[in-house]
């Protein structure tokens, strides 16, 4: 059998390096073609009408003047009179007309009645009215009680982070053709080939009929994985306006309210140690609103099995839109709220925070020696031990400095995923699949790989993504994307190796086992041909191989660790936090491209300040709809933000032989709690709430408004 | 002048090339570049000069193209992202942007390559701080600062060190 395992470490050439992403120079020339730019002759716009309440039921629909509206060439109902919409913005109508001015107009002559139902948009309260609240049954482990009465030490506080959004730059949107029964779609997503199943489901088109495509795609960070209904409506459109194609891109507005958002998370924690600093009751109750679609539970205590435990959470159902899976699902939350209860109880013990989370270190279980490891490097890069002054006791001026930190793991579980390889007679070599590049760096990976196995250059491999008519590979979601496509091609390569070698050995005299290709060059030490002389015996038909990611094993693995400090200065008579500097230390298996590892690091420390600072879907209960559904209110960190960042990667000896586990989302658990335990050593009080605006910190400093 | 609300006949000077085109004067330069001449490389965001994404330059100057209209930038010099490389060959900017990585899922790249550029061309030897400055009105979500605050460096004509104190840690 093939030998498909990883080149060890010294024998690689490409494979952990910093690799230019080679679909770069696409998009700094504005060439890199989105959703939003499909042209297609005949296109129609199309445009939705969203209800207004955020509860209500449908009780009449009246079309008829939008159909008249000149232009206009198609009108779609979503949901019907009698349906139950349950957040503000959820779409009822959709038009579709020769021009977006025309499709507005006709929008607006819809007609929709609807019977307000009440509302709750809120979430600050465990305790909700009727209806709006899933209580979970409480979870109890050993004598929290005893351990309480016996401590050295309890704290007790409320931490809380609000609901945010995924913001992505392009919003959610499609170009659909619906034709002779087949569909042909653009559509920006993150899971080009599952769109495929599920437009056939909802829509009744066989799936071989259905070819969707999103060449590139302008951020989706867990927001784009369905076709949604504005995908199912374009199609709708398309059918109805008897072919010609519909572009149904939502605006910002609809981006920011019903695009996506990430639960908020809310808890009362008690945390108890000992004299000498071991942890030993939990207590907490928690809650948190996803909108109607739940996801707001979280795992608390993050990563610490704190040996005596009673905790409670209860999932605020409310009308606020509905949560998509946003980068780390549920792990930020979780970190928030146990790292700030962890910074509290070493502040009241008066320990060294680095301290506490080393004494209990064993109590996060087998990766207890990697987050050791990853503290001490951390340590290093932030000189805490020197740098570090108990809460509140550094300088006196105006402006306080300081220091914390934060900790987390992720799965990182490579995605099932299928290439296919091709070895031209002229020595091209082609790789392609039904996945997706969302700012993954997906092209490149799969390049860099076939060039290792190859023993080329990354510029010789010719990548085929975003096209679902190749092969079907996962949605990019979880970070396995990079493990499941690099997985996928090293086995294809190898595969497709071994039939090179297999055609050109008896020409050789050599014995195929014995040959190896590496510079360019095919070669078993004694006999040697270039790439392009070996490639030249393939003959007419060019050799194929299909590469399938096998699961867990010999090239890639779960489970990841990552720890972050932050330093901060706060400004105490205008309550302005600004990040001096965050340090980063995240371990992620077999790096394949270095470059690309560490940007996706550094991205996600950025979107970490952004929510840890800035970031906050604010709903107004009255109108029952957010208030910021734009960018300007809704603040996203900006390039003077963001301090000065430090990335290390945990690589090498012990790291390298997992195989590759995803890294896009762990480094973005880590950053809201340590820049608010940083806030706290620095200005000597906790802000409880994210994000850490001024009016929130002047709040805790006890400064009246 | 005709204003409308019909189709107008207006005239724009578009990356060195007469354009006569036939639109609503309601529209706004980035609709009438990206639906009326097909130059898709500036993208609309927020669409209400916040995100930068739309920047082009008008006289040489940035400008959020979503929050001007057609109609009123017929007798300017407009340069689109499509300028830059005419012939495939990257503008040194852009590929200082490839090389630093400062491009993720780069549906912000083209406005921020518009602004760096008249923002060069202003300050060649620009500090961190100064890009920081400069750069702010473009905003970026998968976080490529780093990465774009790097490239502006590296074009400087004083090189200085950048936010990225990377140090890609190797064990073994």
């Given at each position: 059998?093939?030998?498909?395992?990883?080149?060890?470490?010294?024998?690689?050439?490409?494979?952990?390096?910093d690799?230019?992403?080679?679909?770069t120079?696409?998009?700094v020339?504005g060439?890199?073609?989105?959703?939003t730019?499909v042209?297609?002759?005949?296109?129609?716009?199309?445009v939705?009408?969203?209800?207004?309440?955020?509860?209500?039921?449908?009780?009449?629909?009246?079309?008829?003047?939008?159909?008249?509206?000149?232009?206009?060439?198609?009108?779609?109902?979503?949901q019907?009179?009698?349906?139950?919409?349950?957040?503000?913005?959820?779409?009822?109508?959709?038009?579709a007309?020769v021009?977006?001015l025309?499709?507005?107009?006709?929008?607006?002559?819809?007609?929709?009645?609807?019977?307000?139902?009440?509302?709750?948009?809120?979430d600050?309260?465990?305790?909700p009215?009727?209806?709006?609240?899933q209580?979970?049954?409480?979870?109890?482990?050993?004598?929290?009680?005893?351990?309480?009465?016996?401590?050295?030490?309890v704290?007790?506080?409320?931490?809380?982070?609000?609901v945010?959004?995924?913001?992505?730059?392009e919003?959610?949107?499609?170009?659909?053709?619906?034709?002779?029964g087949?569909?042909?779609?653009?559509?920006?997503?993150?899971?080009?080939?599952?769109?495929?199943?599920?437009?056939?489901?909802?829509?009744?088109?066989?799936?071989?009929?259905?070819?969707?495509?999103?060449?590139?795609?302008?951020?989706?960070?867990?927001?784009?994985?369905?076709?949604?209904?504005?995908?199912?409506?374009?199609?709708?459109?398309?059918?109805?306006a008897?072919g010609?194609?519909?572009?149904?891109?939502?605006?910002?507005?609809?981006?920011?309210?019903?695009?996506?958002?990430?639960?908020?998370?809310?808890?009362?924690?008690?945390?108890?140690?000992?004299?000498?600093?071991?942890?030993?009751?939990?207590?907490?109750?928690?809650?948190?609103?996803?909108?109607?679609t739940?996801?707001?539970?979280f795992?608390?205590?993050?990563?610490?099995?704190?040996?005596?435990?009673?905790?409670?959470?209860?999932?605020?159902?409310?009308n606020?839109?509905?949560?998509?899976s946003?980068?780390?699902?549920?792990?930020?939350?979780?970190?928030?709220?146990?790292?700030?209860?962890?910074?509290?109880?070493?502040?009241?013990?008066g320990m060294?925070?680095?301290d506490?989370?080393?004494?209990?270190?064993?109590?996060?279980?087998?990766?207890?020696?990697?987050?050791?490891?990853?503290?001490?490097?951390?340590?290093?890069?932030?000189d805490?031990t020197?740098?570090?002054?108990?809460?509140?006791k550094?300088?006196?001026?105006?402006?306080?400095?300081?220091?914390?930190?934060s900790?987390?793991?992720?799965?990182?579980?490579?995605?099932?995923?299928?290439?296919?390889?091709?070895?031209?007679?002229?020595?091209?070599?082609?790789v392609?699949?039904?996945?997706?590049?969302?700012?993954t760096g997906?092209r490149?990976?799969?390049?860099?790989?076939?060039?290792?196995?190859?023993?080329?250059?990354?510029?010789?491999?010719?990548?085929?993504?975003?096209?679902?008519?190749?092969?079907?590979?996962?949605?990019?979601g979880?970070?396995?994307?990079?493990?499941?496509?690099?997985?996928?091609?090293?086995?294809?390569?190898?595969?497709?190796l071994?039939?090179?070698?297999?055609?050109?050995?008896?020409?050789?005299?050599?014995?195929?086992?014995?040959?190896k290709?590496?510079?360019?060059k095919?070669?078993?030490?004694?006999?040697?041909?270039?790439?392009?002389?070996?490639?030249?015996?393939?003959?007419?038909?060019?050799?194929?191989a299909?590469?399938?990611?096998?699961?867990?094993?010999a090239?890639?693995?779960?489970?990841?660790?990552?720890?972050?400090m932050?330093?901060?200065?706060?400004?105490?008579?205008?309550?302005?936090?600004?990040?001096?500097?965050?340090?980063?230390?995240?371990?992620?298996?077999?790096?394949?491209?270095?470059?690309?590892t560490?940007?996706?690091?550094?991205?996600?420390?950025?979107?970490?300040?952004?929510?840890?600072?800035?970031?906050?879907?604010?709903?107004?209960?009255n109108?029952g709809?957010?208030l910021?559904?734009?960018?300007?209110?809704?603040?996203?960190?900006?390039?003077?933000?963001?301090?000065?960042?430090?990335?290390?990667?945990?690589?090498?000896?012990?790291?390298d032989?997992r195989?590759?586990?995803?890294?896009?989302?762990?480094?973005?658990?880590?950053?809201?709690?340590?820049?608010?335990?940083?806030?706290?050593n620095?200005?000597?009080?906790r802000?409880?709430?994210?994000?850490?605006?001024?009016?929130?910190?002047?709040?805790?400093?006890?400064?009246?408004? | 002048?005709?204003?409308?609300?019909?189709?107008?006949s207006?005239?724009?000077?578009?990356?060195?090339?007469?354009?006569?085109?036939n639109?609503?004067?309601?529209?706004?330069?980035l609709?009438?570049l990206?639906?009326?001449?097909?130059?898709?490389?500036a993208?609309?965001?927020?669409?209400?000069?916040?995100?930068?994404?739309c920047?082009?330059?008008?006289?040489?100057?940035?400008?959020?193209?979503?929050?001007?209209?057609?109609?009123?930038?017929?007798?300017?010099k407009?340069?689109t992202?499509?300028?830059?490389?005419p012939?495939?060959?990257?503008?040194?900017?852009?590929?200082?942007?490839?090389?630093?990585?400062?491009?993720?899922?780069?549906?912000?790249?083209?406005?921020?390559?518009?602004?760096?550029t008249?923002?060069?061309?202003?300050?060649?030897?620009?500090?961190?701080?100064?890009i920081?400055?400069?750069?702010c009105?473009?905003?970026?979500?998968?976080g490529?600062?780093?990465?774009?605050?790097?490239?502006?460096l590296?074009?400087?004509?004083?090189p200085?060190?950048?936010?990225?104190?990377?140090?890609?840690?190797?064990?073994?």
């Amino acid at each position: 059998m093939a030998d498909y395992s990883w080149p060890i470490a010294g024998s690689r050439t490409t494979i952990g390096t910093d690799v230019t992403r080679i679909d770069t120079p696409l998009k700094v020339t504005g060439r890199a073609a989105y959703t939003t730019d499909v042209q297609a002759p005949g296109m129609l716009y199309a445009v939705t009408v969203g209800c207004p309440y955020a509860h209500a039921k449908i009780i009449s629909i009246d079309t008829s003047a939008a159909e008249k509206v000149p232009g206009c060439k198609a009108v779609t109902v979503i949901q019907k009179p009698g349906t139950e919409i349950f957040w503000a913005g959820d779409d009822v109508v959709a038009v579709a007309a020769v021009d977006e001015l025309s499709a507005q107009l006709a929008a607006k002559a819809v007609k929709v009645q609807y019977s307000e139902l009440p509302h709750l948009v809120l979430d600050a309260s465990p305790h909700p009215p009727d209806g709006f609240a899933q209580p979970m049954k409480p979870e109890v482990q050993g004598d929290p009680d005893g351990a309480f009465a016996k401590a050295a030490a309890v704290v007790q506080a409320t931490y809380s982070m609000p609901v945010i959004t995924h913001c992505c730059l392009e919003p959610h949107g499609s170009v659909v053709a619906w034709r002779s029964g087949a569909l042909d779609v653009h559509i920006s997503t993150q899971s080009v080939s599952g769109i495929v199943t599920q437009m056939s489901k909802a829509l009744g088109v066989p799936a071989s009929k259905i070819r969707v495509r999103a060449e590139f795609e302008g951020g989706g960070f867990g927001a784009k994985l369905a076709a949604d209904r504005w995908g199912l409506a374009a199609a709708q459109l398309s059918k109805l306006a008897g072919g010609l194609p519909v572009r149904l891109i939502v605006n910002r507005r609809t981006e920011q309210e019903t695009g996506g958002c990430r639960p908020s998370a809310y808890g009362t924690i008690k945390l108890s140690a000992d004299a000498k600093g071991n942890l030993t009751g939990w207590e907490s109750e928690t809650w948190g609103t996803g909108g109607v679609t739940g996801g707001a539970d979280f795992p608390v205590p993050y990563l610490f099995n704190v040996p005596n435990q009673r905790k409670q959470h209860t999932t605020i159902i409310n009308n606020i839109g509905s949560a998509r899976s946003m980068r780390a699902p549920r792990q930020p939350q979780a970190c928030l709220l146990t790292m700030c209860a962890l910074e509290d109880l070493a502040a009241k013990l008066g320990m060294d925070p680095l301290d506490l989370v080393l004494a209990n270190i064993a109590l996060t279980g087998p990766r207890a020696k990697i987050y050791q490891e990853e503290f001490s490097v951390a340590a290093k890069a932030m000189d805490w031990t020197k740098r570090w002054h108990p809460r509140g006791k550094g300088s006196a001026g105006p402006i306080r400095q300081g220091l914390g930190l934060s900790f987390h793991t992720w799965a990182g579980t490579a995605h099932p995923a299928a290439c296919s390889l091709t070895i031209n007679s002229d020595g091209s070599v082609a790789v392609s699949a039904g996945t997706q590049d969302i700012g993954t760096g997906t092209r490149t990976v799969m390049a860099i790989i076939a060039a290792e196995t190859f023993g080329l250059q990354v510029g010789d491999i010719e990548i085929q993504v975003g096209d679902s008519s190749l092969s079907s590979s996962a949605g990019s979601g979880g970070s396995g994307t990079v493990g499941g496509m690099g997985s996928a091609t090293r086995r294809a390569a190898v595969d497709a190796l071994q039939a090179l070698f297999a055609k050109i050995a008896p020409a050789l005299h050599a014995d195929p086992s014995k040959l190896k290709a590496a510079g360019g060059k095919v070669t078993d030490g004694q006999s040697t041909v270039t790439w392009k002389q070996a490639c030249a015996a393939i003959g007419a038909l060019p050799i194929t191989a299909r590469g399938v990611n096998p699961g867990a094993g010999a090239l890639n693995d779960s489970g990841v660790g990552g720890v972050q400090m932050a330093d901060v200065s706060v400004d105490v008579e205008t309550g302005v936090v600004s990040i001096n500097r965050l340090v980063a230390v995240q371990d992620c298996g077999l790096i394949i491209n270095r470059k690309a590892t560490l940007s996706q690091c550094y991205g996600a420390l950025i979107m970490g300040v952004g929510y840890a600072l800035f970031e906050e879907k604010i709903m107004d209960q009255n109108l029952g709809r957010m208030l910021n559904p734009n960018v300007e209110f809704y603040r996203l960190c900006g390039i003077g933000d963001i301090g000065t960042l430090e990335v290390h990667l945990m690589s090498g000896k012990g790291y390298d032989e997992r195989g590759i586990v995803g890294c896009g989302e762990p480094p973005v658990i880590s950053p809201g709690a340590a820049i608010s335990n940083a806030v706290a050593n620095a200005i000597g009080v906790r802000v409880p709430s994210l994000p850490l605006t001024p009016d929130r910190v002047l709040a805790a400093l006890g400064v009246p408004s | 002048m005709d204003l409308g609300p019909g189709p107008v006949s207006i005239q724009l000077n578009v990356n060195n090339q007469a354009q006569s085109i036939n639109c609503e004067p309601c529209l706004t330069l980035l609709q009438v570049l990206r639906e009326k001449l097909g130059l898709t490389g500036a993208k609309q965001v927020c669409d209400r000069a916040t995100c930068g994404a739309c920047t082009v330059l008008v006289n040489g100057k940035r400008v959020y193209s979503c929050s001007i209209l057609a109609i009123d930038a017929q007798d300017a010099k407009i340069e689109t992202v499509e300028s830059l490389a005419p012939d495939g060959t990257l503008d040194a900017l852009q590929q200082a942007f490839v090389a630093a990585d400062a491009s993720q899922c780069g549906y912000c790249t083209p406005g921020f390559i518009m602004s760096a550029t008249a923002f060069l061309a202003d300050n060649p030897s620009p500090t961190k701080e100064d890009i920081r400055k400069g750069m702010c009105g473009n905003l970026c979500r998968c976080g490529t600062y780093a990465g774009i605050e790097e490239a502006l460096l590296s074009m400087s004509k004083t090189p200085k060190t950048s936010a990225m104190a990377t140090e890609g840690r190797k064990r073994g």
